[in-house]
């Protein structure tokens, strides 16, 4: 007996093309993809809409393995994706990331380190063992935040690492940077150990910046680190950048943590605040300015920067990133967050193995300051990691600025369904919420996510697929399913 014909089955490729293209998460256009038989084949014929910028993830070390948050698809439990994880690495210790979704990983906690690739499931070895010229013997080491100089899949490059380790036997032992080729199994450290009590030499965060890697001390002094090769032979090249003392930075005495940001070519560093008991936290963004004068060989200083200026800034040790406000419509400048309070915790990481993931969510300025725990679900602890953010990069070479549309998918199946018919009054489709079963192929389908339209790259008007508040002309769409290509998309239109 004939399957029954299904409305999904009558919207024209062209139509699904358009749709697709607003749709600017990749995880949500594959979701697309599994919603109906005809949509797959009518999608996979056509060359795929270039794919507009990516934010990051956040991972969320969720019972039975990581999940990840994303913000292009909301903030409700459809924003939700559940990527694959290998069994033996979803109960590891997520330490950082880098661009195009590489992770720093322990998969024994304090062991096991290594760099894994969430897309190709690709995995580079990291050491789990420190040399030091000054010390016989080798000893084990904790990464607690790292970076690479370069993408590690390239092959033709040389590929340097840099972390900020803790001695795994010595609890309260400094914390000190290490250095390494890719494919060593050992790391090294060229920084002799001074005074423990002697906080100028604590290493806060790292990143590579400028051909150098650049360690943020606790006394906000930066140490910068060339590294060459010579004869095979590892050598570090070693510079601080000393900071003059300075009354803004008195107002930070509260620092939960200090974070260093690449942003429009300059070095920021951003101190967050503990926040005080039934109070709003703060953070500070300054810029690394160099003076016309040294002080004691202090040449540089860290200016205050009143306002983001349309910056979206994610902070993370090892792993932060800067984004414009004008790539992502819908979006506010802010600083986006994670909890790493445990981050840097021997004991949490070597003992308790508790970890607390609450504490996540964007910071704007104002006025007045606010908080946003914007990353669903909430999560009060986790026994195996901290979050971390999933870096985007790779994704489409050609991504394209007319794609860059602010979405979060509702409407577009009121457009499929060209009368709401089929659709629940929440605004789900019938049958597929859920993990339902499909309108005719019966297999199980991925949640549906819900979209809101607005309308900028396709023209709004009377005529046009969009109405001027940003709803879809459902009327339109009904008409460009009876008369064919031309009628509602023109290539002016859609553009």
Not at 401 to 429: I, T
Request: hydrophobic share 40%.
């Amino acid at each position: 007996m004939a399957e029954e014909s299904s409305p999904f089955d009558e919207v024209p490729a062209y139509v699904l093309y358009e749709i697709a293209r607003h749709i600017p998460c990749k995880v949500d256009r594959v979701r697309a993809l599994v919603v109906n038989c005809s949509w797959r084949t009518s999608l996979q014929a056509l060359p795929p809409p270039p794919l507009p910028p990516q934010l990051p993830w956040l991972l969320r070390p969720s019972a039975g393995g990581p999940t990840f948050s994303c913000l292009l698809s909301g903030a409700d439990e459809l924003s939700v994706h559940r990527v694959r994880v290998p069994a033996d690495l979803r109960g590891a210790r997520y330490f950082g990331s880098y661009d195009g979704g590489w992770l720093f990983l322990a998969s024994g906690q304090t062991f096991g380190h290594m760099l894994f690739n969430i897309r190709t499931e690709q995995r580079l070895f990291l050491p789990d063992t420190v040399t030091q010229p000054w010390r016989s013997d080798d000893f084990p080491m904790i990464m607690l935040a790292a970076t690479v100089s370069s993408p590690p899949s390239a092959k033709d490059d040389l590929c340097f690492g840099a972390a900020i380790v803790s001695d795994v036997g010595q609890k309260l032992a400094q914390r000190c940077n290490v250095f390494w080729e890719l494919g060593d199994c050992r790391a090294v450290s060229f920084v002799p150990p001074q005074d423990p009590f002697n906080l100028f030499f604590e290493m806060e965060d790292v990143i590579y910046y400028q051909g150098a890697f650049n360690f943020l001390s606790i006394w906000r002094n930066v140490l910068e680190c060339r590294l060459t090769l010579h004869q095979g032979v590892l050598q570090v090249h070693q510079k601080w950048r000393l900071f003059l003392p300075q009354e803004e930075l008195s107002l930070c005495r509260n620092a939960a943590a200090r974070y260093l940001v690449e942003s429009r070519g300059q070095l920021l560093m951003v101190i967050r605040e503990r926040p005080a008991y039934n109070q709003s936290r703060e953070f500070f963004i300054f810029d690394m300015t160099k003076t016309e004068e040294a002080v004691d060989e202090a040449e540089y200083i860290w200016r205050r920067m009143p306002e983001l200026d349309g910056r979206m800034l994610f902070v993370g040790h090892g792993c932060s990133r800067s984004y414009e406000v004008g790539d992502f419509p819908g979006f506010q400048e802010g600083i986006y967050f994670f909890d790493d309070q445990d981050s840097y915790s021997v004991s949490s990481i070597a003992e308790d193995n508790e970890y607390t993931c609450f504490d996540n969510g964007k910071w704007s300025a104002g006025p007045p300051l606010m908080e946003t725990y914007c990353f669903w679900p909430d999560q009060v602890n986790s026994n195996y990691s901290s979050p971390v953010w999933l870096l985007p990069g790779g994704e489409d070479d050609a991504n394209n600025a007319q794609a860059q549309v602010d979405v979060h998918m509702l409407r577009c199946f009121h457009l499929l369904l060209f009368h709401g018919h089929g659709l629940r009054p929440d605004g789900h489709v019938r049958g597929l919420a859920g993990g339902g079963q499909g309108p005719r192929t019966g297999a199980r389908l991925t949640p549906v996510i819900p979209v809101t339209v607005k309308a900028k790259a396709v023209v709004a008007g009377p005529g046009k697929l969009f109405t001027q508040n940003g709803n879809l002309n459902a009327a339109k769409i009904h008409q460009a399913s009876a008369s064919g290509p031309g009628s509602c998309f023109n290539r002016k239109q859609s553009e």
